[in-house]
Structure formats: C-alpha cells, structure tokens
C-alpha cells in the first residue's frame, strides 16, 4: 500500500453525521457516539513539545489518549496532569512519548468538553469496508471535530470514497492547528529563545533594549510555573532569561550610559539573587538518582538524610519565592521595567548607542572569539583550575552573542560553529558542575557539624565518599577540555569566524 | 505458520461453517488469521460478507505477487483477513507451496503489509479431488467433518483407505462428529461404532444439529457474534481449543 494507512481529517463544528459521499459511491457511513459529553484537558509541557512535533494528547477521566504525528491514535488507562513522562502507568501512550524531553512536566494547555464515537463505512452487503472515530471536542472559544478513518486491506477503493468525501467536507482545515486555534485562540506559545528582529543597520542600543525586552517578557511567562512548582525548568529558564539580560549589560559596553548601566546591573541581580538558592537545591534534586549510583549501599543511609534536608529546604524555597512572585510589589517593579525599555526615551545611552548593529556584533564577537582561542591555547595539565573555569565564561559569553546577533548572519554557518562550540561548552559545563557540587557538599558538611567541628558519621560518610568522587570526575572532564577545544579550533571553523566577524578594522 | 485445511470427500457436511467458526476463534485467540475461500461459489465469502474478487488470470496472478496480496480483504473481525474465491486449482497449489516457502517472495510481500499469518484455514470446495494429495501434504492438519450415518461412515473409510495408500501421515486427519442429533438412534450407534474403529482419529467434540448454524446464512457472520451463549457457539470454541492443543503438541 503506497499511500498513508490512516487519514485524520479536522473540520470546524460539530461531527455531522450526514457526511455526504461522493454520489457515485454505494457506500452508507455510520457513526455511533461511544462516550457522551465528559471533561478534558489538553496536556503538553510549557514548551509545548508535543504540539510542535504534531502531537495532541488528551486526558479525560481516567484515561489518556494520543494523536501521533502519523495520525494514529494510541489510549491508555491514567492521568497525566502534573506527571512526568516517566511517571505515567505503563502503556502505549506512556512508549509513544518516551522522546518527550525528560525535565518537563505534562501541564494543561485547555479544557472542555469531549464527546467520542466509532466511523464505519458499509458496502450493500453491510460489510465494513472503511473503519474509524471521531472525536468532537468543546471549548469556550468553540468546537472542532476530528475523525480518523483506516484503510482495511483490500478495501483501498472505498478508503479513498470517504476519505475524498470527508476531507472536501472539511473544506481547508488542516492538521493540528486548526484544533488548537478552534479551541484555544488565545494561548501563546511560549519560546525560550525566541528570534529578536532587528536589522543590520539599526543602532547598537536599539538591538540591546530589543534583547531585554524581549528576555523580560519570557521570564515573566515562566512564573506562574514556579508558583505551581510543574517542573523545576520554569525557574530555570526564568534564570536564563535574566542572565541573557546580564549579558548585554556587560558585554554591550558603552551602548547604555555608565551610571545607567551599574543601575541596571544592580536591578537585574537583585531580580536573580533570591532564586539562586532553590536552583542549587533542585539540581541537588535532579541529581539524587546518580549520587546514589556513584556511592556503595553503605553509604546511602547518609545520602538519604542529605537529601531529606535538602527536601525540606527546597519547599521552604520555593513558597519563599512563590510568594514573592505573587506579591503586589514584585508585579509592581517587573511592569515598571518591562514600561522602560518599552520607551527607550527612559534610557540613558552611552557613547557606542548609534554604533549599527551588524558592525557592533561583529566586533564583540570577533573579540570574544580572539579571547576564548587565547586562553583555550595556553591550558595545559599545569593550568590551575581557575582558567578553566574562565574558559568556561567567556565561552558562554561567545554563545551568547552569537545567539543574540544570529539572525544578521547566515544561519549554516552558525550552526557548523555552534556544533563543536556546544561540545565544548558541555564539557566545561561538566567540569564545573562537579567542582560547584564539592563546594557545595562541603559546605553542607560543615553546615551540619556541631560547634566543635563534629559531623554525623554516616553523613560525613557519605559526603567524603562522593566528594572524592566527583574530583575524580572532574579531573577527568579537565583533560577532555584540550581535544574539545582542537576540535573546535578546526582550520574551517578558523576560517568561518573570519569570514563571519573580522573586520578590516581588526 | 499452521496450516489447517477442512476437507471431506463428501459435500454439504458443514466444512465451510467449520472454516469460518474456526477462523475466527482462532482470530479471537488472538492469531493472525487468513481464511482461504476455494469453493469458487464463495461460500465462506458469503458468510463474511466479502464479495467474491474478479478472477484473474492464471499466467499473471503469481508474477505479479502484488496482484496476489491484493485480492486479500479485511473481515469485519480483527485479526481476521479473508482470500475470497478466485483461484484455479493450479494457482492454488503454486500459492499453498510459496506459503510453506518462508523465503519465497509471496511470503516477504505478505509480512510487508502485515500479513503475517499464524493460521491458514482453508475452506475446501466439494469434489476437491484434483488438489486432494497436494492439500494433505501442505496442511499441518486436516479437519474432516463427519455427519454420523451409514453413507459417512463409507466415505471416511475411503479417506483413510487412501491415506494408508499413499503413505500418507493419517495423524494429520482430525474428524469430527458434524450436525448431531442425539435423538436419532441412528447417529448415537453410528459414533460409538466410528470411535471405536477410530479411536484416534476422531476429536471428542462434536458440532451438534443446530438452528443457530443454519441461521449463519442469515447474519452472514460467525456463530458467536449473534448467538454468543449457544451450544452451538460453544461447540464450536471448543473444537478450536481441541485442536489448538493438537497443534502446540505437535511442536
Ligand atoms: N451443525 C449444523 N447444524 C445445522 N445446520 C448446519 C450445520 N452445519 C452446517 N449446516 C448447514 O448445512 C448446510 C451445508 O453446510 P456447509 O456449507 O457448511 O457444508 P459444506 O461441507 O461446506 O458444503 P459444500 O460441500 O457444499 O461446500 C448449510 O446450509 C449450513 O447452514
Ligand atoms: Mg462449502
């Protein structure tokens, strides 16, 4: 069979039962309602991954149905809301989205009403020749019907009978799309890293309050999620949003004013200050299961009362900055920045403001690439650590730009440099992972030792036993940084950032 | 893949119901299923529902193996796929030995569209005799239904008569007692008489006399599916779990 085994088609409205077939057929259709009215929710994650990979997943009562991609819907028995993936109860639905990425959580995109039936089309014989369902989902912005019919072997001619017939019923409603904006006109979807629009030739300082405003609003979407507590990756895109801003205070040097940009600075840190804590704690959290793994049975007893505390810590946290996230003040002050880079004329530029945008991306990037390379070249085994982990920020620094200014550039060749760049990030990333998390389990040693220096001897334990081994691994990720930066420091990819950002000027 | 053929050197002793309750309990037991339709009056068709497909001619059918897997349509029931009449006796003999061919290309093509059968029942056509030989050569078993009268019992000594003729393994034949009636003195002496003389060759179950059978030509679908509690229905289950139990053994 060459064509598609199952066709879904959506059409706006109710089902119509009287779906006129083509005059020449001698098929009957009939549908009969299986399930009369009850509630759904459409779950995905904030990210929306399941609608952007052509998914709908719809939760009603106690039982979970998929639309796949192919147009083939899978069901199982269960709840999703709240749920990892990894939490649902086994089943087809569960083994159908094992791609869904695993730190985010299922959370409701829309609600309303579902009705669900059977299709069958008949010969004169009163044979069924084409199978399928129909779906009619209610919501207060307005209805849509998906029905979904299946070729059955030998039965090809009247497949496309109904298949014809529906679709020219449905008119030109295509796809998954039509269901969301039936359904859910008003719901955005939300990107981490949305592309900022700016042209070549605008100014410096117009590029810049671009990129805030736009980190703003994309932070803010995150809080509802951290007041919720879905996932732990609101917070975390919250954060990043905000360092993006941080960023463009200090790498966009002179397009705001001096005096304007220590002000910011100060704003923006103060913004990032009281969630630093609960992301420590939950990526302690998101760790538990390889700690685990990385110690011997005897010693968990001590692993588990570390992370009891860290448990408890971690709730006290989250209501802290929940509660800050829902007061009146803190409303009060994001409005009031978000209100000044709306107007720029609230501004205070400094002397590279009028600079055009191109040729200032150019320059930064040219020089942070000059920078990472310099640095990069002189890391051997005697390095001490700390210029590795000064490697790291200008790497991120490096990524950062490039991220900001893609769009005035050919995108292929970003991602051919992007590519090992990400490798290398990934590295210093685990490299300073490890080194932050010994800081951290020391910490949490001395924290918990009694006034004269004395510590639990099953904590103590444990802490030492996983310190020793988180060095190991960072001495380990330490020799990697040389090769993954030769990778990156490739004739081709040389010969890009030339290409790319190095002006006659420089 | 099993081959189970319902044949019976006589006509009208139920083989083409037997096919069809058979086929699909099996379908219901969870087997792929494909039920072959020879009697070119399509009689298992009928009973499903599936019109009998054009006839193709001999020389292109099994060039073309896409024509072949073509001519295979859905039944109402899951798992269950029908072949409706449309084959030559010499066509089916090529189709019965590419079958057992795991590497032939007829079997490729049919695994490529999911037609990878467990079971193959085959509804034999009265007056089968050409193919006779071949058919006890490809089928893993064959069920033989026998009404319990004088005539039947002549008929199945010539079957098993031809069998020990041809050398043939008689552990294939697995008759049955068809269309009972234990009222009639006639039959109950007839099957004490038959088990006795046969003693393997004869399943215990037996498919009674029954309205509800007849009735199949009505609903045009198997017994179970509109007479579910029947003893009929049930019957019929159990012949099916009776040679289920044959067929396992056998491997
Ligand atoms: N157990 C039964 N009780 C009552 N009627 C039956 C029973 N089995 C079959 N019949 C009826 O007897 C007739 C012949 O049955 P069937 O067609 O199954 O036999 P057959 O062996 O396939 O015949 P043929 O040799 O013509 O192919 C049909 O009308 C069928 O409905
Ligand atoms: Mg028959």
Not at chain 1, 324 to 350: C, H, I, V, W
Not at chain 1, 362 to 367: A, T, V
Not at chain 1, 385 to 395: F, K, N, S, W
């Given at each position: 069979m060459s064509d598609a085994d199952n066709d879904l088609v959506v059409f706006p409205g109710a089902f119509d039962l009287d779906v006129a077939l083509q005059a020449d057929s001698n098929l009957t259709l009939q549908a009969e309602l299986h399930q009369q009215k009850k509630p759904f929710v459409i779950l995905d994650d904030h990210d929306q991954s399941l609608r952007n990979s052509g998914c709908l997943l719809i939760e009603s009562g106690n039982r979970l149905q998929l639309l796949q991609p192919d147009q083939v819907w899978v069901s199982q028995a269960g709840k999703g809301y709240g749920k990892f993936v990894n939490e649902l109860p086994d089943g087809p639905v569960r083994d159908s989205l094992a791609g869904f990425p695993p730190l985010r959580a299922l959370t409701e995109i829309g609600r309303g009403i579902i009705e669900t039936g059977s299709l069958a089309a008949l010969d004169e014989l009163q044979k069924t020749v084409v199978r399928g369902s129909f779906v009619v989902l209610r919501s207060d912005a307005g209805q849509v019907s998906l029905a979904s019919i299946q070729r059955l072997r030998g039965y090809d001619r009247a497949f496309e009978t109904v298949k014809g017939s529906l679709r020219s019923m449905a008119g030109p409603h295509h796809g998954l799309e039509t269901v969301f904006g039936a359904l859910f006109p008003n719901v955005e979807q939300y990107q981490a890293k949305p592309t900022i629009h700016f042209g070549k030739l605008e100014p410096a300082s117009e590029a810049a309050t671009e990129i805030i405003r736009t980190f703003i609003a994309?932070?803010?979407?995150?809080?509802?999620?951290?007041?919720?507590?879905?996932?732990?990756?609101?917070?975390?895109?919250?954060?990043?949003?905000?360092?993006?801003?941080?960023?463009?205070?200090?790498?966009?040097?002179?397009?705001?004013?001096?005096?304007?940009?220590?002000?910011?600075?100060?704003?923006?840190?103060?913004?990032?200050?009281?969630?630093?804590?609960?992301?420590?704690?939950?990526?302690?959290?998101?760790?538990?299961?390889?700690?685990?793994?990385?110690?011997?049975?005897?010693?968990?007893?001590?692993?588990?009362?570390?992370?009891?505390?860290?448990?408890?810590?971690?709730?006290?946290?989250?209501?802290?900055?929940?509660?800050?996230?829902?007061?009146?003040?803190?409303?009060?002050?994001?409005?009031?920045?978000?209100?000044?880079?709306?107007?720029?004329?609230?501004?205070?530029?400094?002397?590279?403001?009028?600079?055009?945008?191109?040729?200032?991306?150019?320059?930064?990037?040219?020089?942070?690439?000059?920078?990472?390379?310099?640095?990069?070249?002189?890391?051997?085994?005697?390095?001490?650590?700390?210029?590795?982990?000064?490697?790291?920020?200008?790497?991120?620094?490096?990524?950062?730009?490039?991220?900001?200014?893609?769009?005035?550039?050919?995108?292929?060749?970003?991602?051919?440099?992007?590519?090992?760049?990400?490798?290398?990030?990934?590295?210093?990333?685990?490299?300073?992972d490890c080194s932050v998390q010994q800081d951290a389990l020391l910490a949490f040693a001395v924290q918990q030792s009694s006034s004269s220096g004395q510590v639990d001897a099953n904590l103590g334990l444990s802490v030492g036993g996983l310190i020793a081994i988180l060095n190991q691994r960072q001495q380990a990720e330490r020799e990697r940084v040389v090769s993954n930066f030769q990778h990156f420091d490739s004739p081709d990819i040389r010969e890009l950032f030339r290409i790319l950002f190095q002006t006659p000027g420089d | 893949m099993k081959i189970i053929a319902c044949y019976s050197n006589k006509g009208g002793v139920g083989k083409t119901a037997t096919s069809v309750n058979l086929a699909y309990a099996c379908a219901q037991a969870g087997m792929r299923v494909l039920l072959c339709d020879l009697d070119p009056q399509g009689a298992s068709g009928f009973y499903l529902r599936v019109k009998p497909s054009k006839k193709l001619t001999e020389a292109r059918f099994f060039e073309d193996v896409k024509r072949f897997t073509k001519s295979i349509r859905a039944s109402d029931f899951k798992n269950l796929d029908v072949l409706p009449a449309n084959m030559t006796y010499r066509d089916f003999d090529v189709f019965l030995s590419r079958m057992r061919n795991k590497r032939s290309r007829l079997k490729k093509a049919l695994k490529s569209v999911g037609g990878d059968y467990d079971v193959i029942v085959l509804d034999c056509p009265p007056n089968f005799s050409t193919l006779s030989e071949n058919i006890f050569k490809a089928a893993d078993t064959i069920v033989v239904p026998v009404i319990p009268s004088t005539l039947s019992e002549r008929t199945f000594d010539q079957l098993v008569g031809f069998f020990d003729e041809h050398k043939l393994p008689k552990k294939k034949l697995r008759a049955f007692f068809s269309m009972v009636q234990r009222r009639k003195k006639l039959h109950v002496e007839t099957i004490a008489a038959m088990r006795k003389q046969y003693r393997k060759r004869f399943m215990s179950t037996s498919i009674p006399f029954s309205a509800d059978i007849e009735r199949m030509g009505l609903y045009r679908a198997p017994v179970v599916t509109y007479a579910s509690r029947s003893v009929a229905g049930l019957a019929y289950r159990e012949l099916f779990k009776e040679l289920k139990k044959g067929l396992d053994s056998k491997r």
């Open positions: 994309v932070a803010r979407k995150n809080e509802a999620g951290v007041i919720a507590d879905i996932d732990t990756e609101f917070l975390h895109d919250y954060r990043v949003s905000l360092r993006r801003v941080r960023s463009v205070l200090s790498l966009f040097k002179g397009v705001f004013s001096d005096q304007e940009t220590a002000e910011l600075k100060r704003i923006f840190s103060d913004l990032m200050s009281p969630t630093g804590r609960l992301r420590d704690l939950d990526v302690y959290l998101l760790e538990r299961e390889s700690y685990f793994k990385l110690v011997p049975p005897s010693l968990h007893a001590g692993l588990g009362k570390m992370f009891d505390q860290f448990e408890t810590e971690r709730a006290r946290e989250q209501k802290k900055l929940s509660r800050r996230f829902r007061s009146a003040s803190y409303d009060q002050s994001m409005k009031e920045l978000a209100a000044q880079f709306d107007d720029p004329t609230r501004l205070e530029f400094g002397q590279n403001a009028d600079l055009g945008a191109y040729k200032y991306a150019c320059s930064l990037i040219w020089k942070r690439y000059r920078k990472v390379c310099k640095l990069a070249r002189s890391i051997d085994p005697e390095t001490p650590d700390e210029a590795v982990h000064e490697l790291r920020i200008h790497c991120k620094k490096l990524r950062y730009l490039m991220e900001f200014f893609a769009q005035l550039f050919d995108a292929k060749a970003f991602k051919t440099i992007i590519k090992p760049l990400k490798r290398l990030q990934d590295n210093l990333g685990a490299f300073n | -």
